[in-house]
């Protein structure tokens, strides 16, 4: 996931919801207890799906 990011130029956050108790509360927020969470723009997208993080980031960018 941070490769891609990186790869892609991306800044991003990482949380570990291991190790930070306010990043655990905001993955139960989100109704989620699965990792890896990415956040972009209003989308979620749960698990490392390529296809979904690419498309997500073209819609930041104002691609198709």
């Keep these: 996931m941070k490769e891609l990011l990186s790869h892609a130029g991306v800044a991003f956050i990482a949380k570990n919801v291991d190790e930070d108790d306010r990043a655990y509360d905001e993955l139960l927020a989100l109704k989620l207890r699965t990792v ?3 956040i972009i723009g209003d989308r979620v997208i749960t698990g490392f ?4 993080l690419e498309s997500a980031l073209a819609g930041l960018a104002g691609g198709p």
């Design 36 to 38: 890896p969470v990415t």
């Design 49 to 52: 799906d390529p296809d979904a």
